[in-house]
């Protein structure tokens, strides 16, 4: 029997137009115990507003998003409000939508990026793919680079001039209708809706107090009630239209003014960053920071006791026009240098050289050659010639590695001879020559970018995640009229209609009985 | 070792438990009894008990592999069948319902396929490629699969909806579609399954086999199945979104951009797009349940493209058989 009254309430009590009879503080009879709403609106300038408002049309009463075209402003001339109804229209989103995944799908069957050969063989005019596809439609269409294609991006812009038309024309005149409300006058009109009770012997302010413990915002006029909820969720997607153009300005900036570039740089050796860097749009203006040296201390790999590499690690300092370390970080996969707008990634590795000491000269530096690399199944090789060097066929010690850890050694014949790891200082003997591997020089392949688009992207990101799962709230309404001694109870509610009914009638229990027959 | 043993013995507890609530259902198939609805309800339990045996599951490959099991097709799909539990048991904590008809035999195909012959070293716990080392393996790959889960789940729903909406229009034309309704049904066996079980249930509760009030239960299932699969897709829809943005900033942390257009990521905006469009079908009243349950459906199909078709390509950065060397 405990009442909390909060300030809402009281609020609620001053309003000019809800004209609480007296009983309603005094005889009431419900334990149910109140919460503060969450949506903080203020009641006495809604209520104000309730006045000019009028009913709530048939016509905006649709759900969501989408839908046909609405109003426009006022200042447009006919044409763009033209323009506008035909993007804003359900059925051309939808068309768009079905395209872009279409033409994505698509992009995933015909190889991207090959040569124009590859594309003559794979897709010939004389035995066409389906009968009909060959390699002129590739080319035509620009199929064989999808993702920059003109129709695909084409299709794209496209679909962010519908989901503004959409968000101008149908969601935002939704928001005005949703935040004008109104109370129905008639029995029939709160009947029609999906839900509708007729409670005998019911107050009508027993059940605004209800609602509102239940977290609904209730205004109230005389023997009208309305009540509403998850309003946020009607707003929702507006959001996630937003968000969605966000994302495509974003993209749009990076697609345009990007500098990108990759690099691979034996441990011990340096480079410029704007030497790395290439534009990829018109929009690419280098910074001050592209002057800055790149310096690679160090390049380790790290192993799992099964021999396979765990993680990389290349260690940068980097350095200003007067070769002042400004920044030295361990940079590794999933941890990449950032600096001036440039990030550094870690995202490959070569083996560089060998060295090697053959009885005790040296040491020589012997460059590794890649001799076959699929995906990391990389093999390196190197040769270390015995004998006369400028002989038609010379021979030599031929050594293999897969990685830094371990060299594998092959004899003058190509015999097996054995398997050292460098800085083992073990040698290996081969024809009577001592021959000491000493040191595995590994290059680290680096990616650099610089990207302007990503703080937009992100935010859109942000946006989407919330406003997405803003979306599934519910927006529930509920008007009631108290007709004599008896309350009729409608409402309706956007997305959760299965549940809605249930959660009515749970409230409505809660609703006391009145003994005393005088209302008002 | 001990832990091997207690994995073994939790996966065949989830597995057996799992095939014991499937039993029950064939059960109350074949059987139309009242003292059946005792099974029934114990079914239930029995989700619960596997939602326990995979979670424990997990938790030990966790404990001895080191990072979060969710780093090869294996560990996914038991963790897709950990998903349909879960959505089980929360959708049936909130309102109690039959949505176990579905989330059950998914969760048994799924959990029969990951233990079975065809993936066969898979079940080692693998070690983590240097790419995958990372916080954000966890809040991607659990929200795809999450997704994947529920969107798996709402789209069956959806299946089984124009199944039994084509049933109704396949009795008056019986003679010409007996073949594709033949087809149907066995392709939809599982959902049929379902709708049988539901209506079972239905006239066990109400006790009344007229024509009239069967059409009226039909309807009364084809808008439950459609208020059912638009709230759980709604909800995937979330998980599937959060999913793809997280591994877009994951990539831009790893790959050098948020995003690369590989087959993965664009597979799974094609999925995103679609059930994109089955959300906005579903905003506009007047249409009917029919057209975006197609969608819905079309979408079951690319989840199962973008989760397998992708994988057993073995092409783009998602493969994992490289350190990134494009």
């Given amino acids: 029997m405990i009442l909390t009254l909060n300030p809402k309430i009281l609020h609620f009590s001053k309003s000019p137009l809800s004209r609480p009879s007296p009983r309603f503080y005094r005889s009431r009879t419900t334990s149910c115990k109140l919460q503060n709403p969450q949506d903080g609106k203020s009641i006495t300038k809604t209520i104000s507003l309730s006045d000019s408002a009028p009913p709530i049309s048939e016509k905006t009463d649709g759900g969501g998003n989408g839908g046909g075209g609405g109003g426009g402003g006022g200042f447009l001339k006919r044409l763009p409000r033209k ?236 350095r200003d026009l007067n070769g002042k370390e400004v920044l030295r970080k361990t940079i590794s996969v999933n941890d990449p240098l950032r600096y001036g707008g440039v990030t550094i990634y870690q995202t490959d590795w070569s083996f560089s050289a060998l060295q090697v000491t053959k009885d005790g000269e040296g040491p020589f530096n012997l460059a590794m050659a890649p001799i076959k690399i699929n995906g990391d199944k990389k093999l390196y090789g190197t040769f270390l010639p015995v004998g006369d060097t400028n002989a038609p066929n010379v021979k030599g010690i031929s050594m293999l590695a897969r990685d830094l850890q371990s060299i594998v050694v092959y004899d003058l014949e190509g015999k097996f001879a054995g398997i050292r790891r460098p800085n083992s200082k073990l040698p290996i003997e081969i024809d009577g020559m001592k021959i000491v591997i000493e040191d595995a020089i590994g290059s680290t392949g680096l990616e650099l970018k610089t990207d302007p688009g990503v703080p937009i992207v992100y935010a859109g990101f942000g946006a989407l995640m919330l406003t997405t799962c803003i979306s599934y709230l519910s927006h529930s309404q509920i008007w009631a009229l108290q007709n004599g001694t008896t309350l009729v109870v409608g409402g309706r509610t956007n997305r959760a209609k299965n549940d809605f009914p249930d959660d009515m009638n749970r409230l409505l229990d809660q609703v006391p009985e009145l003994i005393k027959t005088s209302v008002d | 070792m001990i832990f091997s043993i207690l994995e073994h013995i939790l996966t065949h507890i989830s597995f057996s438990v799992v095939s014991i609530v499937l039993l029950i259902y064939f059960l109350t198939l074949l059987v139309n009894l009242d003292e059946i609805i005792g099974f029934f309800d114990s079914s239930d339990k029995g989700i619960v008990i596997t939602f326990f045996g995979i979670t424990g599951l997990l938790f030990t490959r966790w404990i001895y592999s080191g990072h979060f099991p969710l780093s090869n097709l294996y560990e996914s799909l038991i963790f897709l069948s950990w998903a349909f539990a879960i959505i089980h048991i929360v959708s049936y904590l909130k309102k109690k319902n039959h949505l176990n008809a579905i989330t059950a035999p998914s969760a048994i195909f799924i959990q029969g396929f990951a233990t079975s012959g065809l993936l066969n070293n898979m079940p080692q716990s693998a070690i983590l490629v240097p790419a995958l080392q990372s916080q954000w393996l966890m809040m991607h790959v659990s929200m795809m699969i999450l997704g994947y889960g529920a969107l798996l789940c709402g789209s069956l729903l959806s299946i089984a909806l124009l199944v039994i909406t084509f049933r109704k229009v396949g009795s008056t034309f019986w003679k010409n579609n007996t073949k594709t309704k033949f087809l149907l049904n066995e392709l939809f066996s599982f959902d049929v399954l379902y709708y049988i079980n539901e209506r079972n249930s239905i006239l066990l509760q109400q006790n009344s086999n007229f024509s009239f009030s069967r059409n009226y239960y039909r309807y009364q299932l084809i808008e439950q199945l459609d208020y059912w699969s638009f709230r759980i897709i709604s909800l995937g829809f979330i998980f599937l979104t959060v999913g793809i943005l997280s591994g877009a900033v994951w990539a831009n942390e790893t790959w050098g951009s948020y995003w690369n257009w590989d087959p993965k990521e664009t597979w799974a905006f094609i999925t995103w797009t679609i059930f994109a469009i089955y959300l906005h079908i579903k905003t506009n009243r007047n249409a009917r349940g029919i057209n975006s349950a197609i969608v819905a459906s079309l979408g079951f199909l690319l989840i199962w493209i973008c989760y397998f078709g992708v994988n057993l390509l073995g092409i783009g950065l998602h493969s994992y058989g490289s350190f990134t060397s494009n």
């Avoid at chain 1, 209708?177 to 999906?194: G, H, L």
């Avoid at chain 1, 390049?299 to 590499?309: A, C, I, K, L, N």
């Fill in chain 1, 83 to 318: 323009v506008l109804s035909v993007l804003s229209n359900l059925p051309l989103a939808i068309t768009e939508m079905f395209t872009i995944a279409a033409l994505m799908a698509l992009g995933t069957v015909i190889e991207q990026g090959e040569t124009p050969d590859f594309y003559f063989q794979k897709y010939p005019e004389d035995n066409p793919v389906l009968g009909f596809f060959t390699w002129r439609w590739i080319f035509t269409l620009g199929l064989d680079h999808m993702y920059s294609a003109p129709i695909f991006l084409g299709m794209l812009a496209l679909l962010g001039a519908s989901l503004m038309a959409c968000t101008y024309t149908t969601q935002i005149p939704l928001v005005k209708v949703a935040r004008r409300w109104s109370f129905m006058k008639s029995d029939e009109a709160i009947k029609k809706q999906d839900f509708a009770d007729t409670l005998p012997r019911a107050s009508v302010q027993d059940l605004g107090v209800i609602l509102m413990g239940d977290g609904y915002e209730v205004f109230m006029k005389g023997p009208s009630l309305y009540a509403f909820k998850g309003l946020a969720g009607r707003f929702a997607p507006i959001g996630v239209h937003i968000a969605m153009i966000l994302i495509m300005v974003g993209g749009t900036l990076s697609a345009t003014g990007s500098f990108r570039g990759s690099v691979t740089v034996p441990q011990g050796l340096n480079f410029v960053m704007g030497d790395v860097l290439g534009p990829i749009g018109f929009l690419s203006v280098p910074t001050d920071s592209f002057n800055t040296e790149v310096h690679v201390n160090r390049f380790t790999m790290d192993y799992y006791d099964s021999g396979e590499v765990s993680q990389f690690h290349s260690d940068l300092s980097l």
